[in-house]
């Protein structure tokens, strides 16, 4: 059974979630924390294996705190594309829907079309 301790300021909680649960499957594992420290044990699930190490721990710690960072740097980047995706996904304006007389239905043809053909 490994103990570990993990230093608040420099890892945040959601990284240690996430390297805790990447060793979910060689062992159990029980977290921890109190003012200053985050504490972890690994009890391995299967006798005989070989212990998880405090070093593959803290590389996987700082995997995550390292991917953790960069979806929060990156987070203002994502919304504006997923934002730009869904502007450029409607395919019809206000305008247009008022031509449409009210027992008309669509086809295929006019709902399939590629927008960019249209609005380049």
Not at 12 to 21: G, Q
Not at 84 to 93: L, Q
Request: charged share 35%.
């Amino acid at each position: 059974m490994n103990k570990l301790k993990f230093n608040k300021e420099l890892y945040s909680k959601t990284a240690l979630i996430k390297a805790a649960y990447n060793f979910t499957d060689k062992a159990y594992v029980h977290l921890d924390s109190d003012d200053k420290y985050y504490y972890v044990t690994l009890d391995m699930k299967e006798s005989g294996k070989e212990e998880i190490s405090e070093h593959e721990f803290e590389n996987e710690m700082l995997a995550q705190s390292v991917r953790h960072e960069i979806y929060n740097q990156t987070k203002n980047i994502r919304e504006l594309l997923l934002a730009r995706a869904m502007a450029t996904s409607v395919v019809m304006g206000q305008d247009a829907l008022e031509e449409i007389p009210e027992n008309d239905t669509f086809c295929e043809d006019e709902i399939l079309k590629d927008w960019f053909a249209d609005n380049d």
